[in-house]
């Protein structure tokens, strides 16, 4: 079962990233972080399922700012 979108976001906000305000048009959100470079952008509402990539691609994002 995918996870939601809001649980994907959830994460990024534990592992210190921040919603880059404004830079996100509808359902785009972006996230940086100090020691990452470029954003994470998830798209959807936060009750949608997210989709494998955006997964992937966060899981990626938060073990280059843990290690």
Do not use: C, N, W
Not at 49 to 63: L, S
Request: charged letters at 30%.
């Amino acid at each position: 079962m995918p996870r939601k979108i809001r649980e994907l976001v959830s994460d990024l906000r534990d592992a210190g990233f921040y919603e880059i305000s404004g830079a996100g048009k509808g359902s785009h959100r972006k996230f940086a972080h100090a020691y990452y470079a470029g954003a994470v952008t998830l798209t959807g509402k936060s009750g949608d399922d997210a989709k494998m990539y955006q997964e992937k691609q966060v899981k990626q994002a938060i073990e280059v700012v843990t290690k």
